[in-house]
């Protein structure tokens, strides 16, 4: 079946503008996942999402980000008044059981 | 909270060797630990896992070893092959949210 799909897998944004990435988990998964990684990094917990229950928002690094998840499938992530220390590249998982989680392909977001 | 340690950050082994990556993991209460591989541009993929009810479990030519006692697991990659090079990430869980390694880039010489 299909897997995590992202959208857009690149963005080139100026500073100060909004953006916003989405991500369409794998149908009938009820966990999903934002991460940030840098170049050459590791993998930098967003924020998590399970079935109907308040996210945790807890790994947002401030509050220009913000996350949604509608209807318990697609999700947004938005990112106001972008920085340039905002690049790199932002991973969406999904799991089922809070297990394997599957990963999109991620957006690769530039700030110029 | 909990923490995981990797080391180490960069592995060189010959074509044929094996590799072997550590991880550290701070809460005992952790029960699940996922070993994940990322080739160069790609997304991170699963390549095994190990629950705390067990030491070891293997895959082919993957191991993944667990002591709870000492709060540490292992990733044992044998008779290595050039498409090995990639970045393993190695995490640990008690609930929803895993905790990631920072990451061991493995290169396989020829």
């Known amino acids: ?112 | 909270g909990e923490n995981v340690e990797q080391h180490p950050s960069t592995l060189s082994v010959q074509e044929g060797d094996s590799a072997v990556i550590k991880c550290t993991y701070s809460d005992s209460a952790s029960n699940y630990f996922p070993w994940y591989k990322q080739e160069l541009g790609k997304r991170p993929q699963l390549i095994i896992d190990i629950r705390s009810n067990v030491g070891e479990k293997k895959d082919q030519r993957i191991a993944v070893t667990l002591n709870k006692t000492a709060k540490h697991f292992s990733l044992h990659i044998t008779e290595t092959q050039p498409e090995d090079s990639a970045v393993y990430f190695c995490a640990a869980s008690r609930d929803y949210q895993l905790i990631w390694g920072a990451g061991t880039k493995l290169i396989i010489k020829p």
């Open chain 1, 1 to 112: 079946g299909a897997g995590v799909s992202q959208s857009p897998s690149n963005k080139v944004t100026e500073k100060g503008k909004d953006v916003e990435l989405r991500c369409d988990p794998i149908s009938g998964h009820t966990a999903l996942y934002w991460y940030r990684q840098s170049l050459g990094q590791g993998l930098e917990f967003l924020i998590y999402f399970q079935g109907n229950s308040a996210p945790d928002k807890s790994g947002l690094p401030s509050d220009r980000f913000s996350a949604e998840r509608t209807g318990g499938s697609v999700s947004t992530l938005t990112i106001q008044r972008t920085q340039q220390e905002d690049s790199a590249v932002y991973l969406c998982a999904s799991s089922h059981n809070a297990d394997e989680q599957y990963f999109g392909p991620g957006t690769r977001l530039t700030v110029t």
